[in-house]
């Protein structure tokens, strides 16, 4: 089990520690979103997923993979905690950055790059990890178990 919380603390969530996917973002929306030059996201099964604490205000746009992404985000420090997508109603993209404690984040490394078309030329590509010039999301698995 997992823990995950926002800047100022008043958002907390938890989900379970196998992640159906592990991905790395290059898409215009999230370099936008995220105010830096890409995401990372860990898949998590929504059957695991809890929110434990807080309101968070959701946000919903259309994004260049043509999926709409709903971002729930912390209404008084900003700090996204995760996504959903309309790809799927059974995970949420869990952002890597609000997990606490260093494991999640280490065990982390993306094992998909999506829109690399975007990547700025002085970021190197993860080692092992495919590389999708687009929105080539692989499709997600859902384990049986959920
Ligand atoms: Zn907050
Ligand atoms: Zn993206």
Same mark, same amino acid.
């Given at each position: 089990?997992?823990?995950?919380?926002?800047? %100022?603390?008043?958002?907390?969530?938890?989900?379970? =520690?196998?992640?159906?996917?592990?991905?790395?973002? &290059? %898409?215009?929306? %999230?370099?936008?979103? !995220?105010? $830096?030059?890409?995401?990372?996201? @860990?898949?998590?099964? @929504?059957?695991?997923?809890?929110?434990? $604490? /807080?309101? @968070?205000?959701?946000?919903?746009?259309?994004? *260049? $993979?043509?999926? *709409?992404?709903? $971002?729930?985000?912390?209404? +008084?420090? /900003? !700090?996204?905690?995760?996504?959903?997508?309309? @790809?799927?109603?059974? =995970? #949420?993209? #869990?952002?890597?950055? /609000?997990?606490?404690?260093? *494991? =999640?984040?280490?065990? /982390?490394?993306?094992? &998909?790059?999506?829109? #690399?078309?975007?990547?700025?030329?002085?970021?190197?590509?993860?080692?092992? !990890?495919? +590389?999708?010039?687009? &929105?080539?999301?692989? *499709?997600?698995?859902?384990?049986?178990?959920?």
């Amino acid at each position: 089990m997992f823990e995950s919380s926002c800047l %100022c603390g008043a958002n907390r969530i938890s989900f379970e =520690a196998d992640s159906i996917l592990k991905m790395r973002c &290059h %898409c215009t929306d %999230c370099r936008k979103f !995220s105010g $830096s030059t890409n995401t990372n996201n @860990l898949f998590v099964p @929504l059957a695991g997923f809890k929110v434990l $604490s /807080g309101k @968070l205000k959701t946000y919903t746009k259309s994004v *260049e $993979s043509g999926n *709409e992404m709903t $971002s729930y985000f912390c209404d +008084q420090c /900003g !700090s996204t905690l995760y996504r959903k997508t309309s @790809l799927t109603d059974k =995970a #949420v993209a #869990v952002m890597i950055g /609000g997990i606490d404690g260093p *494991e =999640a984040i280490e065990n /982390g490394c993306p094992e &998909h790059e999506l829109f #690399v078309r975007n990547r700025p030329s002085w970021m190197k590509p993860i080692e092992g !990890s495919s +590389q999708d010039e687009d &929105h080539g999301l692989p *499709e997600i698995k859902i384990p049986e178990a959920v």
